[in-house]
C-alpha cells in the first residue's frame, strides 16, 4: 500500500514530464541537460550519416561496432557483445532492465531520494516501489540494512545510481562489493544506472557493481546524454546478466525497434575520439559547483566537493518553512526555473538545482536563489 507522500511524489514526477519549456528569459536550472554544445566531430559525424542517406533501421539490437565499444568502455570483467543493447537513451535502458526483472505483485528497491523514472514505471507495471535511504558519498552511500529488509520482504531488483540524481553522491567500491554479495545471497539483481559514471569531481570514473564481481547478476544502464551532450539524439545502452539475453532482446524489439541510425553512428565516433570528455566535463561542474556553494554560503550542502559528482546541487530548504513547490514559484517569479525536491522524495523542502547553465549565467541564477532563501526566512 502507498502511502499518501509517496502517491504525491509520482504525481509530481509525472507533473514534471508533462511539463512546457520554459519562458522567454528564465535561466532553466530545473533539467539535466549539458549547456556544452555537441561537439564539432559528433555534429559532423551525424550530418554525414544523414547526407549519405543513412536513415534507416539498423540490427534491433544496435549497430554491432557500437556494442563492441560500450561492451569495451565498461570497467571490469568485459561482457559479451551479445549481451550489449543499444537502447532508446539511459531511459530506454532503465525501462527494459525493470521490466524484465520485475513481474506484477512483485517489487523493486529504489534510493530515496532518487530519479522518478524508477517509482514512476514500476508502478505502472504493478510493481510495489520499497525504498532506501540515498547515503553520502563512500561507505555510507548505501543503506545495506535497509537494502536487507527489502531483499527479505521479497524485492528482485536493487537500484543504485552513481553518481546520484539529484545529490551527487559517488559509491565506494567497497559498499558496492559488499552489496553484491547480498543481492546475490538473495538471488535478486543490480540495476545500476550509470548516467553520470564519468563526471566524477575526484578525477576518474565512478565504481560500479560489474567491476566490483557483480557482472553475473548487475544490469547496466548507460547513455551518450550527458557525457557527449547528446540529450536530444536517444541513445543508450543497456548490458546484462548472460541469463536476461532473450528477454532483454524481446522487450527492446517491440518497444523501440531500434535506436536512431544517427545517434548510433554519432555514438561510435563519440566513444572512438572523445576518451577525455568526461574529465573535462568534471572540472567544469567541480568549479561551478565550489562557486555555487560559496554564493549560497549558509544554505550550501555541507558536502565537499571532491566527494561528489554529476552536476546537480540537492538543496536543503526546509529552514524556510516552506514548501518544495513554494521555494520553486518564488524562485520562478525572479526568473530561476529549479526543480521541485517532491520529484524525486516523499520529504518536503527540497530543491533540485542542476548547473548547467553558462559561468556569468548560473552565477546570477545562484545568488537569486541565495537571496530568494534569505527573504524567505527572513534574513
Not at 163 to 192: K, M, Y
Request: aromatic letters at 6%; glycine letters at 10%.
Amino acid at each position: 500500500m502507498q502511502s499518501g507522500t509517496e502517491t504525491d511524489t509520482a504525481t509530481a514526477a509525472v507533473t514534471r514530464m508533462m511539463a512546457g519549456p520554459v519562458r522567454a528569459g528564465e535561466v532553466d536550472l530545473s533539467v539535466g541537460e549539458p549547456d556544452q554544445p555537441l561537439p564539432a566531430v559528433l555534429v559532423e559525424t551525424a550530418v554525414r550519416s544523414l547526407r549519405d542517406g543513412r536513415t534507416g533501421y539498423t540490427p534491433k539490437l544496435g549497430l554491432p561496432d557500437l556494442r563492441d565499444l560500450v561492451a569495451a568502455d565498461l570497467d571490469g570483467r568485459r561482457p559479451p557483445s551479445d549481451d550489449v543493447v543499444v537502447t532508446v537513451g539511459g531511459t530506454g535502458a532503465v525501462a527494459v532492465a525493470l521490466a524484465a526483472v520485475c513481474v506484477p505483485g512483485g517489487a523493486v528497491l529504489v534510493p530515496d531520494p532518487a530519479w522518478p523514472n524508477y517509482r514512476v514505471l514500476a508502478e505502472r507495471l504493478g510493481v510495489a516501489v520499497l525504498s532506501y535511504p540515498q547515503g553520502e558519498s563512500g561507505d555510507a552511500f548505501l543503506d545495506l540494512e535497509t537494502i536487507e529488509a527489502g531483499l527479505r520482504a521479497g524485492a528482485r531488483l536493487v537500484v543504485v545510481n552513481s553518481p546520484s540524481n539529484p545529490t551527487g553522491a559517488v559509491a565506494s567500491a567497497a559498499v558496492l562489493r559488499r552489496l553484491v554479495d547480498l543481492v546475490r545471497a538473495h538471488d535478486a539483481f543490480i540495476l545500476s544506472d550509470e548516467a553520470y559514471e564519468s563526471i566524477v569531481f575526484a578525477g576518474g570514473r565512478a565504481p560500479t557493481p560489474r567491476a566490483a564481481g557483480g557482472a553475473d547478476l548487475t544490469f547496466t544502464a548507460r547513455t551518450f546524454s550527458k557525457t557527449y551532450s547528446m540529450t536530444g539524439l536517444r541513445v543508450g545502452a543497456l548490458i546484462s546478466p548472460p541469463s536476461f539475453r532473450v528477454a532483454v532482446a524481446a522487450l527492446h524489439g517491440t518497444t523501440a525497434g531500434c535506436a536512431p541510425i544517427t545517434a548510433q553512428l554519432t555514438a561510435i565516433e563519440a566513444l572512438r575520439s572523445l576518451p577525455d570528455r568526461g574529465a573535462e566535463l568534471s572540472v567544469i561542474y567541480r568549479a561551478r559547483f565550489g562557486a555555487a556553494l560559496r554564493i549560497l554560503g549558509p544554505w550550501a550542502p555541507p558536502v565537499p566537493a571532491a566527494a561528489l559528482g554529476g552536476f546537480y546541487l540537492w538543496l536543503d530548504a526546509r529552514p524556510t518553512g516552506r514548501t518544495s513547490a513554494e521555494v520553486c514559484a518564488a524562485l520562478r517569479a525572479r526568473g530561476v526555473v529549479a526543480s521541485s525536491g517532491q520529484v524525486y522524495t516523499p520529504t518536503d523542502g527540497f530543491v533540485r538545482l542542476a548547473l548547467t547553465a553558462p559561468d556569468a549565467q548560473l552565477v546570477n541564477a545562484i545568488t537569486v536563489v541565495r537571496q530568494e532563501l534569505d527573504r524567505l526566512t527572513g534574513r
